[in-house]
């Protein structure tokens, strides 16, 4: 019942930024918590950051200190801001809630990073 749409991605030099937004169906903080992951190409799909409904967040060590998760009660989205991108940040990135014991899933964003 619950829809998660991903859009922000594209191509981009290394060095450079995007920031990901994840619209949702339902209040944004009505989730237990939310997050952001990502999948490459014959890759398992790996968490990039994560938020709670309390606002602690987590981030993977790849992404600490580039990565910046947060929640726009304006436009209703989760956002992931990453910075200084590197061609290993290319992939799929997926938006994930928690919400009522069951996990939503958006359709994906691209994100290229080319040397």
């Known amino acids: 019942q619950v829809q998660l749409v991903e859009s922000g991605g594209g191509l981009v030099q290394a060095g450079g930024s995007l920031r990901l937004s994840c619209a949702a169906s339902?209040?944004?903080?009505?989730?237990?918590?939310m997050g952001w992951y990502r999948q490459a190409p014959g890759n398992e799909r790996e968490l990039v950051a994560t938020?709670?409904?309390?606002?602690?967040?987590n981030y993977a060590d790849s992404v600490k200190g580039r990565a910046t998760i947060s929640k726009n009660r304006g436009k209703n989205t989760v956002d992931l801001q990453m910075n200084s991108l590197k061609p290993e940040d290319s992939g799929i990135y997926y938006c994930?809630?928690?919400?009522?014991?069951?996990?939503?899933w958006g359709q994906g964003t691209q994100v290229t990073v080319s040397s």
């Open positions: 938020m709670t409904a309390g606002g602690s967040t």
């Open positions: 339902t209040s944004i903080f009505s989730f237990k918590a």
């Open positions: 994930n809630g928690a919400l009522g014991g069951s996990l939503s």
